[in-house]
């Protein structure tokens, strides 16, 4: 089970808030827990550490981060 704070890779393609195309792959940082870990509200952030997306992820979306996992980057299309 995922916890707050924990980071992850998503392994299905989301949607922020901001209508931000997360794509499988993308690692993000749980930032709240909805009750009966239905959903979770995760931080997505570039290298540099600007926040990029906030999104509701469901945990069907997510997989924790293992030791095998390496970063690489992909550039995110400017939001108006």
């Known amino acids: 089970m995922l916890k707050e704070h924990q980071q992850f890779i998503l392994t299905?393609?989301?949607?922020?808030?901001?209508?931000e195309e997360l794509?499988?792959?993308d690692v993000g940082?749980?930032?709240h827990i909805h009750?009966?870990?239905?959903?979770?509200?995760?931080?997505?952030?570039s290298l540099d550490g600007e926040t990029v997306a906030i999104a509701?992820?469901?945990p069907s979306q997510a997989r924790?981060?293992?030791h095998s996992d390496f970063t690489h980057a992909r550039t995110m299309p400017a939001t108006a």
Do not use: M, Q, R, W
Not at 12 to 19: L, Y
Not at 35 to 45: D, G, I, L, R, T
């Open 23 to 25: 794509k499988p792959g």
């Open 29 to 31: 940082t749980i930032i």
């Open 35 to 45: 009750p009966n870990h239905e959903a979770f509200v995760a931080e997505f952030s």
């Open 56 to 58: 509701t992820i469901l």
């Open 64 to 66: 924790p981060v293992t």
């Open 12 to 19: 299905a393609p989301a949607i922020g808030d901001e209508k």
